[in-house]
């Protein structure tokens, strides 16, 4: 039956083969399709894998507002970097005993202030805009002391903007009860883990670098296992290296826990102070940020404000009426007014 579906018989009685269906053209159309997708996927990957470095002071691009003084150049970085860590783990973020200055509750404020920004804040950390006061209330302050890898989510012409960054050891951030960094404190962005596909290992990178960069200690920080439960304190070790102490997650440095032996694989600095990390080469902390005109900026009057340099003043708002500038946060207090603040010595 086979032979006479694929067979015909000839006036000589002698059987024709059939001509059979061309299939080159379906198997290079196939092709054709598969590289035209891999080439794209190629292309987006390309362009995923463009991470913008923020060094310490830098605001960076789309900032959703303006705060002085927040990050630390003073700060040792760890040792233990690159790959991922956990939240939780000790020493992985620092701070100053007693004293911050990166306040969830002025962060709060602005966002109530301006509702446009506020709803975009909460999309992004998925949290309804009515939600926002119990969610940023449980908000911790602590510094960077590793280069981390993020998504860094601005505000720009009354939509949000997004692009991977890497953020240099001594930036101030407000962790979650899991111990994820959710806030970049000097510009009040929402961050975000980063995209899964990028690897800082073969990623190009953008923007001033810094002293001892390397693309091997880009560490991303992850959250608690949630099947421990959320922390109820975070040990952090100060800007110098010199000790650890206990957070309470939600609190300001008010109830800090006593000095403590540093964490294991720790090594304290030999002179028993903080260790100076020369500024970055050619970037924004070389000197006072200057924005755009218009950007309302207030220059920080006073060079002895925590980070040792002159920052950009919070205005609440860039371009907002009434601007805001910072000041000290008295030891365990919150910040007489102004943004999400920072660290003090």
């Given at each position: 039956?086979?032979?006479?579906?694929?067979?015909?018989?000839?006036?000589?009685?002698?059987?024709?083969?059939?001509?059979?269906?061309?299939?080159?053209?379906?198997?290079?159309?196939?092709?054709?399709?598969?590289?035209?997708?891999?080439?794209?996927?190629?292309?987006?990957?390309?362009?995923?894998?463009?991470?913008?470095?923020?060094?310490?002071?830098?605001?960076?691009?789309?900032?959703?507002?303006?705060?002085?003084?927040?990050?630390?150049?003073?700060?040792?970085?760890?040792?233990?970097?690159?790959?991922?860590?956990?939240?939780?783990?000790?020493?992985?973020?620092?701070?100053?005993?007693?004293?911050?200055?990166?306040?969830?509750?002025?962060?709060?404020?602005?966002?109530?202030?301006?509702?446009?920004?506020?709803?975009?804040?909460?999309?992004?950390?998925?949290?309804?805009?009515?939600?926002?006061?119990?969610?940023?209330?449980?908000?911790?302050?602590?510094?960077?002391?590793?280069?981390?890898?993020?998504?860094?989510?601005?505000?720009?012409?009354?939509?949000?903007?997004?692009?991977?960054?890497?953020?240099?050891?001594?930036?101030?951030?407000?962790?979650?009860?899991?111990?994820?960094?959710?806030?970049?404190?000097?510009?009040?962005?929402?961050?975000?883990?980063?995209?899964?596909?990028?690897?800082?290992?073969?990623?190009?990178?953008?923007?001033?670098?810094?002293?001892?960069?390397?693309?091997?200690?880009?560490?991303?920080?992850?959250?608690?296992?949630?099947?421990?439960?959320?922390?109820?304190?975070?040990?952090?070790?100060?800007?110098?290296?010199?000790?650890?102490?206990?957070?309470?997650?939600?609190?300001?440095?008010?109830?800090?826990?006593?000095?403590?032996?540093?964490?294991?694989?720790?090594?304290?600095?030999?002179?028993?102070g903080p260790t100076e990390v020369p500024p970055p080469t050619g970037?924004?902390?070389?000197?006072?940020?200057?924005?755009?005109?218009?950007?309302?900026?207030?220059?920080?009057?006073?060079?002895?404000?925590?980070?040792?340099?002159?920052?950009?003043?919070?205005?609440?708002?860039?371009?907002?009426?009434?601007?805001?500038?910072?000041?000290?946060?008295?030891?365990?207090?919150?910040?007489?007014?102004?943004?999400?603040?920072?660290?003090?010595?």
């Open positions: 039956m086979s032979e006479i579906n694929s067979r015909g018989r000839g006036s000589s009685g002698r059987f024709i083969r059939f001509p059979r269906a061309p299939r080159r053209t379906t198997v290079t159309l196939a092709a054709a399709v598969a590289v035209t997708a891999s080439g794209l996927a190629a292309c987006d990957s390309a362009a995923a894998d463009t991470i913008t470095r923020l060094t310490v002071g830098s605001p960076g691009p789309d900032a959703y507002t303006l705060v002085a003084g927040t990050d630390r150049r003073d700060t040792r970085p760890r040792s233990r970097a690159g790959g991922e860590a956990e939240g939780d783990t000790p020493g992985l973020y620092g701070g100053t005993r007693n004293r911050a200055t990166c306040d969830p509750t002025q962060l709060l404020s602005f966002l109530q202030r301006n509702p446009a920004k506020g709803k975009a804040w909460a999309a992004v950390q998925k949290v309804g805009y009515a939600a926002l006061p119990r969610y940023i209330r449980k908000l911790t302050p602590v510094i960077l002391r590793v280069d981390t890898l993020v998504t860094n989510h601005g505000y720009k012409g009354g939509k949000a903007t997004s692009f991977p960054a890497v953020l240099q050891a001594g930036v101030a951030v407000l962790v979650d009860e899991y111990g994820k960094p959710v806030v970049k404190c000097n510009c009040g962005n929402p961050i975000t883990p980063p995209d899964r596909n990028i690897n800082p290992r073969d990623a190009k990178y953008e923007g001033p670098s810094w002293d001892r960069f390397t693309d091997r200690n880009v560490t991303v920080i992850k959250g608690r296992d949630a099947s421990k439960g959320a922390l109820t304190s975070i040990t952090l070790v100060d800007t110098g290296a010199t000790m650890s102490f206990n957070r309470p997650l939600g609190t300001m440095g008010g109830q800090d826990g006593p000095p403590a032996p540093l964490p294991p694989g720790e090594t304290a600095t030999p002179t028993g970037g924004p902390t070389d000197g006072p940020y200057t924005p755009p005109p218009g950007d309302g900026y207030t220059p920080n009057p006073d060079p002895s404000v925590p980070g040792g340099e002159p920052g950009p003043g919070d205005t609440g708002d860039p371009g907002d009426q009434q601007p805001e500038v910072p000041g000290p946060t008295p030891q365990g207090g919150t910040v007489p007014s102004g943004g999400t603040g920072g660290e003090s010595p």
